[in-house]
């Protein structure tokens, strides 16, 4: 068995491997008896999925013995989705409504074809969409973006995906502004704060860095997006909801928002017993998992097991069906 220290764990064992890049021989992907590798993905270091993906790592360091957890820095659900695709990542988060883009393979959310070998391993935090504007902009409603400049999140990404639902709900296309920038979370953010836009939208966990860095450097004005815009987005995965008062600077007051369920995936040549034991592991530690984040606090007490856009893995249903949640 290996064991390892605190600091050890955070500093050896948990590698930031930018973007997909990691450098690994065929062989260093299969899992051996003696050690087995387990890659993180999560996302940029600006949003909600690094922290949750740096939890994950940290969690699995501690419950997995015999087993090298690398954690990796990502684009965020869409590029996680293609390396876990590509069996170049053991697990990672992605958007439900991503997920089953994916596994539609639909061209314009980026997947030319179906991703079949995806698996969800568990349920995991909401994702809020975020729709902030400058006050300075004067803009107050979602209507009122159109002609305006806006920063959508980087091109493909979740994020993106999202901004292009909510904008064929209110009739526009990215041809009805005067300027779309598709740049990461903090990129959107420096343009607000330089007064290069006046619209930022970003699909996040609650107290994402990135906003909160944003309200703490310019007054903002965060939009409501009404439950009749949400029935018009048009997928079976949103949810009518809200960002709570207080979970920001200057944000004093509820504000009306979709909700997209988050889901920790994997693929299915991750073997059965590995999952198995990622799945368990998962569970037995919720209660560190709640505190690691503001977004993940609000993570069921219990295992929810929804209506899911792709299968389970087999090892995970083989711990469901343990625990007796499952048939």
């Known amino acids: 068995m290996r064991v390892f220290s605190q600091v050890f764990m955070h500093r050896l064992l948990v590698f930031l491997l930018l973007f997909g890049t990691l450098a690994a021989s065929g062989t260093a992907w299969a899992q051996s008896a003696r050690s087995r590798l387990v890659v993180v993905l999560s ?56 997920v089953l883009a994916a ?5 314009a959310s980026g997947f030319s074809r179906p991703a079949e070998k995806l698996r969800a391993l568990a349920p995991l935090h909401d994702t809020y969409l975020h729709v902030v504007a400058s006050r300075r902009s004067g803009v107050r409603i979602v209507a009122d973006m159109k002609g305006r400049r806006i920063a959508v999140g980087p091109q493909g990404s979740g994020t993106e995906l999202n901004a292009r639902a909510l904008l064929r709900a209110l009739g526009l296309t990215y041809n009805d502004f005067s300027r779309v920038e598709f740049v990461s979370f903090n990129q959107a953010v420096d343009l607000m704060l330089n007064d290069q836009i006046d619209v930022m ?7 994402a860095p990135s906003i909160q860095r944003l309200v703490a450097g310019t007054e903002v004005f965060f939009l409501a997006v009404p439950e009749l815009i949400i029935d018009r987005m048009g ?10 008062a207080q979970s920001y600077g200057q944000q004093h007051v509820m504000v009306p928002t979709v909700s997209i369920p988050n889901i920790l995936m994997t693929h299915a040549d991750v073997s059965a017993d590995l999952v198995y034991d990622l799945t368990r592991a998962f569970h037995q530690g919720l209660e560190s998992l709640r505190k690691a984040h503001p977004a993940t606090a ?9 209506d899911l856009p792709v299968p389970w893995h087999p090892g995970a249903l083989r711990y469901y069906r343990e625990i007796g949640v499952l048939d």
Do not use: H
């Open 298 to 306: 609000g993570m069921p007490p219990g295992i929810q097991l929804t």
């Open 201 to 207: 939208i970003q699909s996040s966990g609650l107290g």
């Open 103 to 107: 596994w539609k393979g639909i061209p």
């Open 43 to 98: 996302g940029e270091l600006s949003g909600v999925y690094y922290p949750v993906g740096s939890a994950l790592a940290s969690l699995f360091v501690q419950k997995l013995p015999n087993t090298t957890v690398v954690l990796q820095v990502t684009r965020g659900a869409v590029n996680n989705l293609e390396l876990l695709q590509s069996g170049r990542g053991t697990v990672g988060p992605a958007l439900a409504d991503t």
């Open 235 to 244: 997928s079976r995965v949103y949810t009518v909801s809200a960002i709570p």
